[in-house]
């Protein structure tokens, strides 16, 4: 269903019986729409199929209790935007190839401990036995540096 959204209309939409989810679209922005839960949970999302896609995609915005309907408009628009590129996909795709943070620090301890003995490998990272601690492993200046955690922390 599409409407106009505005504040009052998201706090009185229902859920039915026996649904999930109910989700109401907005007139002014195409594709943005409000999907509130069965639990009550209230969300902005944007709905729309990426051009060179059979599948339509579904972003979430935000929480309606963290964004105005003006606000969750404005961030519809640059997302519609992005989807509507003939680049999305491609993007998209090479997003999802770059490591995270986490994975680029383990993949460079991995290859500074590499060279080094089994025994000081197994010292510095991972779980100690001996101390009964956990070794994180981070990244400090081009450095790696260690940190023991407390077991269970």
Partial sequence: MRKKLTASIITKLQVPEGRRYVKLFDSEVPGLAVRKMASGVTTFIVERRPRGSSVAKQITIGRAAHYTVEQARTEGRKLLAELSSNDYLAISSLKSSIPTFAEAV????????????????ADTSGFNANTGCAVKTALYNGRVISRLVMSGS
């Fill in 106 to 121: 383990e993949s460079y301890a991995n290859l500074e401990l590499s060279g080094k003995k089994q025994s000081y490998a």
